[in-house]
């Protein structure tokens, strides 16, 4: 029900934009955003973006990425720059609507040193 794409691989400094569209039977929701997962860690939420454009960050993604959202398309963007190394993970993208989460498959980023 969101379909998130974009991921892939690229060398540390590079840039990558995830995208994470919600379906036509979900919409208008509230906050979207992003976690992450790498092997053997805990899974992390990125950053996260609220139906009026207010947005959270992790310290890791604080002056490197930039989340955005269209809500007339109901999508959501992260914009990954001066990319490093650590920021290799599985990239889930969620969107929530009054107490339902609803997630996205996984897209792989890998950043190569």
């Known amino acids: 029900q969101l379909q998130a794409s974009g991921g892939g691989l690229v060398q540390a400094g590079g840039s990558l934009r995830l995208s994470c569209a919600a379906s036509?039977?979900?919409?208008?929701?509230?906050?979207m955003g992003w976690y992450r997962q790498a092997p053997g860690k805990q899974r992390e939420l990125v950053a996260s973006i609220t139906s009026d454009g207010s947005t959270n960050y992790a310290d890791s993604a604080k002056g490197r990425f930039t989340i955005s959202r269209d809500n007339a398309r109901n999508t959501a963007y992260l914009q990954m720059n001066s990319l490093k190394p650590e920021d290799t993970a599985v990239y889930y993208c969620?969107?929530?609507?009054?107490?339902?989460?609803?997630w996205g498959q996984g897209t792989q980023v890998t950043v190569s040193s």
């Open positions: 969620y969107g929530d609507r009054y107490s339902t989460r609803y």
């Open positions: 036509g039977s979900i919409f208008s929701l509230d906050s």
